[in-house]
């Protein structure tokens, strides 16, 4: 609407309408049309859970801390909620309004959505209208308002979401013009930016493109915990279908996966049927899967705060099979699927619509796409974030073998000492460096707790105090190397016997190998990410 009034253009620098700090890895500049199509390069981020946030106004949010744009604008999808926040911001700069309620008098009053709302906490009267949401253990699910709230605080009615989507199917001149709805429902980039990564289903402006069973499909789906909802239009056969669960199923079954892809493909099948053709092996296919089999995270991991030594633990490899097809498990349905090369670097799945679609340069898989689903691509995880995770294993356990030599000595030397055999202890670059150790270890451990507590959605651990103290205990570990490399070179020079000198180097390699992975890994970037 407001790129229709020439309040708003979609490939303007943002910095045009707004002067929140963007941070970047890169100096070109981010648009409209980047933010919509989420190819504004940001990192994931972890803020989003945070209770401090949740009333915050829009104009604090966008400025509270913002993701960094790690890609180049335009070349790499990667779904983000602080961008659709951003540009929620950018609408309450052009239109003079707030969000909540530019979209009231503009959008969902005019489409005849009579109690949606965009207004966190709910307003008045409408608690009680509110679904109950249930976890994957069957226990009630609070409500919680959400930080990015243009990125998707809609509350409203299903006979809503039905005049949403007859607005749609019969182009209401009331929101949009004929044009402006085709061009919101098209692909928004070319393969001038995103390359062979294009031929994955593409992402419009806001909305999820692609086709099934080659019918022309727009899409968007809403997620928080225990509420989970799809939309989807057929606009060229003016059908549409929506839907919404208050739970979360089980982890086997859930509702916010399985059951809306078994549904939504479902109706595709039973009103769209296709006959699916045997599709031709191609020269040279068996050589390309074994090129893009291989491991890959998330475009939309963290990449410069204390969460990205662990990243590339989320995401399942790319396999590739013995008959040269490849094999993914897709993370909107969980489920293990074949994929069939179609043409060179595009591979389907021959019973739904679902593709992989390499990105090649200079002979070397730089992404590969993802569809359909939300905006997403897959990066190749390097070899030094392949070795991240051994690592910090690798040192956990040195540490712990080094730490537990000592408090064995320790004890030996008490009860020598007690029967009056005199026996020396360590000299005082040993201890320190051991007592580093004690840190370098205890600040590990804490990694590992929050990082699984995370992943567990429990965000409870997710808070400045708690972080700002592994990484005080990260630090002191690294400035242990100094009497631990000081304590080795003593046992060189005084001969202290291959026992005293292994276990010194070994405490020194441990401890720069901590220290290694605390600057790759960023955990003690001074950011928290929160």
Known sequence: QLVEQGKLALDTDIATYTDVPVKKHHSEPITLRHLLTHTAGFEGSLNTGSPDLQHMPLADYVRYNPPVSVYRPGTTPGYS?????????????????????????????????TTATFEQPLPDGMTSQLADGYSLDGD????????????????????????????????????????GWEQMWTPALTEDTLGNLA??????????????????????????????????????????????????????????????????????????????????????????????AGAYFSSHSVHTTWFSAWSTLTSNPIQVLDNG???????????????????????????????????????KIEAVGVGPGPASALLPVTPTQQALLPVFIASLAALALVLGAWLIGAITRLVQNRRGQSVPGL???????????????????????????????????????????IQVLQWAGIAAIIPAALDFITTIKTRAGWKRTTMAALLLAALLATCWWAITGNAINPNLGL
């Not at 911001?89 to 979209?103: I, M, T």
């Not at 009630?140 to 709230?149: K, L």
């Not at 993370?331 to 992989?356: F, G, M, S």
Request: net charge negative; glycine share 10%; proline share 6%.
């Open 199 to 292: 031929n994955s289903p593409r992402t419009g402006l806001g909305y999820f493109t692609g086709t099934r069973n080659g019918h022309r499909f727009v899409a968007h789906s809403g997620d928080l915990s225990g509420y989970h909802s799809e939309f989807e239009i057929y606009p060229d056969s003016r059908v549409g279908i929506f839907l919404s669960v208050n739970g979360d199923g089980n982890a086997s079954a859930g509702l916010g996966t399985h059951l809306r892809a078994d549904l939504t493909e479902g109706f595709a099948d039973r009103y769209f049927p296709t006959d699916r053709v045997e599709t031709p092996h191609l020269e040279g296919s068996a050589e390309r899967a074994r090129q893009v």
């Open 427 to 469: 000299p005082w670059p040993a201890r320190i460096a051991r007592l580093g150790a004690v840190s370098a270890a205890t600040a590990l451990t804490g990694w590992c707790s929050v990082f699984m507590a995370v992943m567990g959605s429990n965000f409870d651990l997710l808070e400045n105090t708690l972080l700002r103290t």
């Open 325 to 363: 097809n490849l094999l993914y498990r897709d993370k909107r349905d969980k489920a293990d699927k074949e994929y069939v090369e179609v043409a060179p670097w595009i591979w389907k799945d021959p019973h739904t619509d679902a593709t992989l679609t390499a990105r090649v340069v200079d002979g």
């Open 81 to 113: 909620n602080y961008g659709i926040a951003l540009a929620g911001y950018l609408v309450e700069k052009a239109s003079g309004q707030p969000f909540q309620d530019y979209l009231r008098e503009h959008v969902l009053a005019p489409a005849g959505m």
């Open 140 to 179: 009630p699910v609070p409500f919680d308002a959400m930080p990015d709230s243009p990125a998707g605080a809609l509350s409203g009615s299903g006979a809503d979401a039905a005049a949403f989507m007859l607005a749609q199917l019969n182009r209401s001149p009331h929101l949009l013009s004929a044009q």
